[in-house]
């Protein structure tokens, strides 16, 4: 299962106190101050990387602290800094604090400051003055900076398949793409998102296969929208319609409500309408949908999965699309 939500507590290091030290001299019962000053707590710091699929390390483990400063010690040395902490998550991440989007990670390895180490305190050798040369007092570290968070992972893939279910969502996947989803003949097949990767043209492509979508999804029928999030970020939408089905034109309908009701941005990307299984009726019967859709100045791509007729053509329009 893709673990696509986690809400974490993420605290940075203290600083290290000052140090109240004096040197020892021969004769001298006490000497000049010589404390020295905390080290600063160790920085927390959130990385994109392709390498990593999902959140399920950060559901495991839902309180992360990075290493404290150590205090200063005598003979004016520092106390250690605390180590940094870098916590991976997979590209596409979205970072939020109450609700508030802070940091969109859409660039492989880049890499954000999230919770800031607190500043390690001066040590006494730095209070010392004509008039009190032995200070007995330094400076506490600061705490580092404390956040509760909330992670979301939101898919960046050029292209979204939506359809209702059997539309034939996945067995296009498998025909155009390194992915080898699951197919079945009965509805929500699919029940978490696919990705796949198709190569043509120097190019690589990543297409998004999710759970088929139903009248009343965005009510919570079926498996609902939920998983629409997952192509809101995507360039095209590739909407499959099976041409066997009582009516394609109707069905079109359904899932652009759908879409609608989830959100207009998403309604508002561009669209490729695909119509699926021609191999299934007759070409009379394919020709009649097909105007059908041109009446609404909605040009539709003619496919089958299973004879693989159109699908050259269909990537090439994929290509042409996103370019
Ligand atoms: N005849 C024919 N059958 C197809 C074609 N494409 C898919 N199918 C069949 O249609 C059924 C549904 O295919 P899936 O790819 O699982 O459909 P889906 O849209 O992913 O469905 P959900 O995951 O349930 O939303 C399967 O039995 C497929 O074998 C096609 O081009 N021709
Ligand atoms: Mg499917």
């Given at each position: 299962?893709?673990i696509?939500?986690?809400?974490?507590?993420?605290?940075?290091?203290?600083?290290?106190?000052?140090?109240?030290?004096?040197?020892?001299?021969?004769?001298?019962?006490?000497?000049?101050?010589?404390?020295?000053?905390?080290?600063?707590?160790?920085?927390?710091?959130?990385?994109?990387?392709?390498h990593?699929?999902?959140?399920?390390?950060?559901?495991?483990k839902?309180?992360?602290?990075?290493?404290?400063?150590?205090?200063?010690?005598?003979?004016?040395?520092?106390?250690?800094?605390?180590?940094?902490?870098?916590?991976?998550?997979?590209?596409?991440?979205?970072?939020y604090?109450?609700?508030?989007?802070?940091?969109?990670?859409?660039?492989?390895?880049?890499?954000?400051?999230?919770?800031?180490?607190?500043?390690?305190?001066?040590?006494?050798?730095?209070?010392?003055?004509?008039?009190?040369?032995?200070?007995?007092?330094?400076?506490?570290?600061?705490?580092?900076?404390?956040?509760?968070?909330?992670?979301?992972?939101?898919?960046?893939?050029?292209?979204?398949?939506?359809?209702?279910?059997?539309?034939?969502?996945?067995?296009?996947?498998?025909?155009?793409?390194?992915?080898?989803?699951?197919?079945?003949?009965?509805?929500?097949?699919?029940?978490?998102p696919?990705?796949?990767?198709?190569?043509?043209?120097?190019?690589?492509?990543?297409?998004?296969?999710?759970?088929?979508?139903?009248?009343?999804?965005?009510?919570?029928?079926?498996?609902g929208?939920?998983?629409?999030?997952?192509?809101?970020?995507?360039?095209?939408?590739?909407?499959?319609?099976?041409?066997?089905?009582?009516?394609?034109?109707?069905?079109?309908?359904?899932?652009?409500?759908?879409?609608?009701?989830?959100?207009?941005?998403?309604?508002?990307?561009?669209?490729?309408?695909?119509?699926?299984?021609?191999?299934?009726?007759?070409?009379?019967?394919?020709k009649?949908?097909?105007?059908?859709?041109?009446?609404?100045?909605?040009?539709?791509?003619?496919?089958?999965?299973?004879?693989?007729?159109?699908?050259?053509?269909?990537?090439?329009?994929?290509?042409?699309?996103?370019?």
């Amino acid at each position: 299962m893709i673990i696509d939500e986690a809400k974490i507590t993420i605290k940075a290091g203290d600083g290290g106190d000052g140090g109240i030290f004096f040197r020892h001299e021969k004769y001298v019962p006490k000497g000049g101050p010589d404390g020295g000053d905390g080290g600063n707590g160790g920085n927390v710091f959130i990385k994109a990387s392709r390498h990593i699929d999902d959140l399920t390390e950060y559901v495991r483990k839902r309180k992360i602290f990075a290493e404290d400063g150590q205090n200063g010690m005598k003979q004016k040395m520092f106390g250690k800094k605390g180590q940094d902490l870098i916590l991976n998550v997979p590209l596409g991440t979205q970072v939020y604090e109450n609700n508030q989007l802070l940091f969109d990670l859409t660039e492989d390895e880049k890499k954000i400051l999230i919770a800031k180490g607190g500043s390690g305190g001066w040590g006494n050798c730095h209070f010392a003055t004509s008039i009190k040369q032995a200070p007995e007092w330094a400076k506490e570290g600061l705490p580092g900076e404390k956040k509760k968070i909330r992670l979301e992972l939101k898919m960046i893939a050029d292209v979204g398949l939506v359809g209702l279910p059997n539309a034939g969502k996945s067995t296009l996947l498998s025909v155009i793409s390194n992915a080898r989803p699951k197919v079945a003949d009965y509805p929500f097949t699919t029940i978490e998102p696919n990705l796949g990767v198709v190569r043509a043209e120097n190019r690589s492509i990543i297409v998004a296969d999710i759970p088929g979508l139903i009248e009343g999804a965005s009510d919570g029928k079926g498996l609902g929208t939920k998983f629409l999030k997952h192509i809101e970020r995507t360039r095209t939408i590739l909407h499959l319609v099976d041409v066997s089905g009582l009516d394609p034109w109707r069905d079109y309908h359904t899932v652009r409500d759908e879409l609608k009701k989830f959100s207009e941005k998403l309604a508002k990307k561009p669209e490729l309408v695909v119509l699926s299984k021609i191999e299934l009726i007759p070409d009379k019967e394919i020709k009649k949908i097909v105007n059908k859709f041109k009446k609404h100045k909605i040009n539709t791509i003619l496919i089958s999965a299973a004879t693989h007729s159109g699908i050259d053509a269909l990537i090439y329009d994929i290509i042409k699309h996103i370019s």
